[in-house]
């Protein structure tokens, strides 16, 4: 070797250098946007239990799985019991791993520097990628995981080795949230075939052992393969067609306040379907999948927050792809990019320590909410050095009120905080049913009235004296029977024959006969301010936000005394229904309605007139009987005239 080689300098690296200083601008970003949010907490508290040595529960009397990010919760648990700390590990650890997603994008993924800086900004001003880089939830995690999975299957040749690493790695992401192996499994199907069939079979059984191993350790231990929270947000009772119009809703609300989002995930799918590559097909179709999938659960309340990892493809895609720009239109391209990102609405680049302090930017649309609004005054890494503790919350302070009051069990809706600063000595009732194994199974109380991810139940008479007890006092019988296999199969000793017995009746839906005769014994009651919008006549009767009786009919109640002379309703045709109006538990008056068959079908609207001792006593609820030949009933609305 020659002594003048040591002498020469090394080549400067132009666009190395730039990504190294967005790298370090990332860094900066995240740190003055990073927040958790309250449903991270719900998780947290099943941390501390575990590492105390509660195992890994929410409630230390059941095991009941209520978190649907295992490999998440699982990696905080690794860093926590070293720490002790949740905030600051969870939210390190969060920056680190969007981070590192980011650098595999730009350093192993992207065929040039040109191509991994407009990836980049994409990902820079995505208020949603932003956002959920932080906040406590399994998104960072899912970021890295997806990073290293389509570096594998874009830049490694498809071999079975490949194969083995890519299943290995979707098995991870599923680990880490289930519903995300959609983006994945187009692309393992497309490796699949450009393998030998028998010989990839078996690699792909090897590489998703690690969730085959969580299925069954979560059959074993909580009884259930699936996650309490897949019950309690899937199983509602509510109609298809309006989750589905909810998961539309949910994309109009990106579109307005983040339009950078959606923009590009479209512009990744068109690339990718233009590229004439099997592979990007493949990759297109994951994001196209999950996009429906988004469509047909409602959505979410957190704006945005479903579609940061298809951004993340959509971006990798664009990074990949071959396409050319004049160096005039790219420079253009990046600064429109940049100024749609900072001037709309949800813009997270422009936020600082007062985010969220003026409500600025903290909207609700169908329920869709800026979540990081919310929650960053409070949990805001920027404003902690301000706080008396972390979270600055009410939930939280109330929590440590409970804490201190020693065991006992509440009643709340809204677990995260409270629940993890209340600690292990006090049973909290999720009124939502995110962590509470018979609420979960039970509809919503109220079809006509909920929030996407927000699914209220009513809490059974008796259950919560049950829960203190730990004697069945639930009134309904049926209901009763029903709790105790669930008991046995939450707190019964792991391996008793009788806990099996119950494992395979309740998952094969054995006891489903319960539930249904407890549902047709119980009378479903809603506020008057949750029944009193106007439907339109003709509307199907299970549609439109309806709310469906069944023979015991509805009670309707008032905050205060009603002295209305006249209402407007709308009732489904075909069916009577006697109108009671009561004064607490005195029967004041009555009217029956008789809804004669309309041309169309659906709701009638009608005008129901208040009998006069009725109106002159005050009337604090409006019980509705129904009756008729198919035993299909339901009220679109009662308002008053």
Not at 514 to 519: N, P, R, S
């Amino acid at each position: 070797m020659n002594v003048s080689e040591f002498a020469k300098p090394p080549e400067f690296d132009r666009n190395k250098f730039i990504l190294g200083a967005l790298l370090i601008a990332f860094l900066v970003i995240l740190i003055r946007t990073a927040w958790l949010c309250d449903d991270a907490y719900i998780s947290f508290r099943v941390v501390d239990n575990f590492i105390n040595g509660y195992g890994l529960v929410w409630n230390i009397a059941e095991r009941v799985q209520v978190f649907t990010h295992p490999l998440w919760v699982l990696l905080i648990s690794a860093f926590y019991i070293i720490t002790g700390e949740v905030y600051f590990t969870v939210i390190i650890l969060s920056i680190v791993l969007a981070l590192a997603a980011a650098a595999v994008v730009a350093f192993r993924i992207a065929e040039s520097g040109a191509s991994a800086l407009l990836a980049w900004s994409i990902l820079f001003f995505s208020a949603a990628f932003i956002e959920y880089s932080t906040s406590g939830l399994e998104n960072p995690l899912t970021f890295f995981l997806l990073s290293i999975f389509f570096w594998l299957f874009f830049k490694k040749e498809l071999n079975l080795k490949t194969f083995l690493l890519l299943s290995f790695t979707a098995s991870l992401i599923a680990l880490n949230r289930l519903d995300t192996l959609l983006l994945c499994l187009p692309a393992l199907i497309y490796v699949y075939t450009r393998v030998p069939k028998r010989k990839g079979l078996l690699v792909a059984i090897v590489g998703f052992l690690p969730l085959v191993f969580w299925f069954i350790f979560s059959l074993i231990y909580y009884g259930f393969p699936l996650p309490n929270t897949y019950y309690a947000k899937l199983h509602t009772g509510i109609d298809s067609l309006s989750l589905t119009m909810q998961g539309l809703q949910y994309f109009t609300d990106s579109l307005q306040y983040d339009p950078i989002t959606l923009v590009f995930i479209i512009v990744g799918i068109v690339l990718a379907f233009r590229s004439k590559s099997g592979a990007m097909y493949a990759a297109a179709i994951g994001v196209l999948l999950y996009l429906g999938y988004i469509v047909k659960i409602g959505g979410d309340f957190m704006s945005g927050r479903f579609f940061a990892a298809p951004l993340l493809i959509s971006a990798i895609v664009i990074s990949v792809v071959p396409w050319s720009l004049p160096r005039r239109k790219y420079v253009l391209l990046l600064a429109g990019i940049a100024v749609a990102g900072l001037v709309s609405p949800g813009a997270a680049l422009l936020s600082g320590s007062r985010h969220g302090f003026d409500e600025k930017g903290y909207y609700r649309r169908a329920g869709i909410e800026n979540e990081r609004a919310a929650y960053y005054k409070t949990t805001g890494l920027l404003n902690v050095f301000e706080h008396k503790g972390i979270p600055d919350h009410s939930w939280y302070r109330l929590g440590e009120k409970w804490r201190k009051e020693g065991s006992g069990v509440q009643v709340i809706s809204g677990v995260g905080f409270v629940g993890f600063a209340a600690g292990p000595d006090i049973h909290i009732v999720d009124g939502l049913a995110l962590t509470d194994p018979l609420l979960a199974r039970l509809p919503v109380y109220n079809t006509n009235d909920w929030r996407i991810g927000h699914f209220r139940r009513m809490v059974p008479p008796g259950y919560v004296e049950t829960i203190a007890t730990s004697q069945n006092k639930i009134d309904d019988a049926n209901l009763a029977v029903f709790f105790d296999k669930i008991r046995i199969i939450t707190s019964g000793n792991l391996l008793a024959k009788q806990r099996w017995v119950e494992i395979f009746k309740v998952n094969f839906e054995q006891y489903d006969y319960l539930i249904e005769k407890y549902l047709s014994a119980a009378v479903l009651e809603v506020a008057y301010d949750s029944i009193n919008t106007p439907k339109v006549s003709g509307t199907m009767w299970k549609l439109g936000g309806n709310t469906v009786m069944n023979k015991n009919g509805l009670r309707v109640r008032f905050d205060q005394p009603c002295h209305a002379q006249r209402f407007e309703i709308s009732v489904d045709n075909n069916d009577k229904y006697r109108f009671v109006f009561k004064d607490g538990l005195a029967h004041l008056a009555e009217v029956v309605v008789d809804s004669a068959l309309i041309p169309t079908g659906g709701l009638r609207i009608d005008t129901l007139e208040v009998p006069d001792i009725a109106a002159q006593a005050g009337f604090d609820t409006i019980e509705i009987h129904p009756s008729g030949p198919d035993e299909c009933y339901s009220i679109g609305h009662i308002r008053i005239l």
